[in-house]
């Protein structure tokens, strides 16, 4: 059943609560509060959902989210990295916007980038300028995220009106299922293609720009991450993935994550390649499909090296028959 929505077109916050999976009281609880005290502000929207990752793009939680033209705050029970670049991957963008609860910490984004001179695909394609605001509802009880979602509307234009509209609240039930798919984080992807070539499943895709999605997303196997073992730049997420770095928490230090690149990626110890495990976990998922196994892949960036190394060569030998010796 949904509940009547509310109109876009008079809300200055939109307070978007993504319920767990799971039917948990606790879980349950601090979904209430964060409703309880968003519906109580003038001029905001507030949207109960079920789980924003399950969703399908075409159900109709995500048209009427896609149809808000005004600020977010999305609580859900995944990182707050993942959750942001979930909702740009179904159309709802803007900017990642710090809350009380992360603010102290230094800008995960600007700090990748300086593991590579390549632009990020958010360079290329800026996102619209309003603010998202995530929080991660396992970080803080029902009262403290209820007070964060308090303070960020005091922010917003409703505070500043002289006749505050009523918060309208629509609740929304949905039969999806349980789903496993990669969430591309775009402010660190560098378009480089290697999961692309690397997944056997037809999972990734390009758009009419020539930039990397996920385009069928209900083609990735359950429990699989190995794609996110190869990206390059750590732009690829399984929000559901018990490995927080696979999940999308911070990671902190460019220098600390390429030395624990395997042991952060949820591989057996630190001696373990990721590419290695990578290759090992997705043949197990295509033997599995009933297909042949194929090993250790070919990666853009190592053949781009060996194309290097042997072009130099090539040069040397070159220079030393003209020699004539």
Known sequence: MILPSPSAQRATLAVIVSRGQSRNPEKRSVEAAIVSA??????????????????????????????????????????????????????????????????????????????????????????????????????????????????????????????????????????????????????????????????????????????????QPDNCRKGCPACSRVCPANAIMFPQHKAPAIAGASVEGEEGFKIDLSLLFGAPDKTSDAIAVAARERDEQLLLAGRDAVGLPKMRSQSSNLTSTKDDLDLLIDNLDECDL
């Open 38 to 215: 968003a519906s109580e502000l003038g001029s905001v929207q507030v949207f109960d959902v079920p789980h924003l990752y399950d969703l399908k793009y075409d159900s109709e939680v995500l048209q009427e989210i896609r149809g808000l033209d005004c600020d977010l705050v999305v609580a859900s029970w995944i990182f707050p990295r993942a959750a942001h670049w979930l909702l740009d991957r179904v159309g709802v963008r803007g900017q990642s916007t710090p809350t009380s609860f992360d603010e102290e910490e230094d800008a995960e984004t600007d700090s990748s980038k300086a593991s590579s001179d390549a632009p990020r695909v958010i360079e290329m394609y800026p996102r619209v300028n309003r603010n998202v605001y995530c929080l991660d509802m396992r970080a803080g009880d029902g009262e403290k995220l209820a007070a964060e979602v308090c303070r960020i509307a005091s922010l917003s234009e409703a505070a500043n009106r002289d006749e505050a509209v009523q918060a309208q609240v629509a609740r929304f039930e949905d039969s999806a299922t349980r789903r496993w798919y990669p969430v591309i984080d775009y402010s660190r992807c560098t378009n480089c293609m290697e999961c692309i070539d690397f997944c056997l499943f037809g999972v990734y895709g390009l758009d009419d720009a020539e930039t990397i999605l996920v385009e």
